[in-house]
């Protein structure tokens, strides 16, 4: 599959992310298995140098440490967890600083605007949805994978990857 191909599976896995953990507050393995496999076919187009696709590994691998921590200490979940390494490892080091900035203020906002919505009556029409019931309860987390998702989306196409990908 030629790198343009393997580049689309990237935004399509970060929307189901998304989705997924809007709908049920987890992100599955298998997405984060995905993004991995997708990763290591894309490296091996040829895209990418080997000292390329070391850095990415390296920015996987640091993230994971980083927000494994912040799982274990109870601040995040482990899908979230997972979803920012997996999505490091496309991003690499050089828009590592990018992701968190803008995933960060995203996450920040959608807390908010959670939260704000929380301090008001669930209407009617959404109180039918088991998703937005429990979404709507003060007790539940903030589906922060929405905001790494669309972090991701974001800083995607400023990177090398993304303009190697569509000049192959």
Avoid: Q
Avoid at 59 to 75: D, K, M
């Amino acid at each position: 599959m030629a790198p343009l191909g393997l580049l689309i599976v990237f935004p399509f896995l970060m929307a189901y992310a998304a989705a997924n953990d809007l709908l049920t507050m987890l992100i599955p393995n298998r997405i984060t298995l995905a993004l991995t496999a997708g990763f290591a076919a894309l490296a091996a187009t040829g895209i990418l140098s080997p000292v390329e696709i070391g850095l990415h590994l390296g920015a996987g691998a640091l993230v994971l440490a980083i927000t494994f921590a912040l799982f274990a200490c109870g601040i995040i979940g482990g899908g979230d967890a997972k979803l920012a390494a997996a999505t490091a490892l496309w991003l690499g080091f050089d828009h590592l600083l990018d992701y968190a900035v803008v995933s960060a203020m995203l996450g920040g906002g959608l807390t908010l605007a959670l939260l704000a919505a929380r301090s008001h009556p669930l209407p009617f029409a959404m109180a039918r949805l088991p998703f937005a019931l429990h979404l709507h309860d003060r007790k539940t987390g903030v589906p922060y994978g929405i905001a790494l998702a669309a972090g991701a989306l974001i800083v995607l196409p400023d990177t090398l990857l993304w303009a190697r990908a569509l000049t192959a």
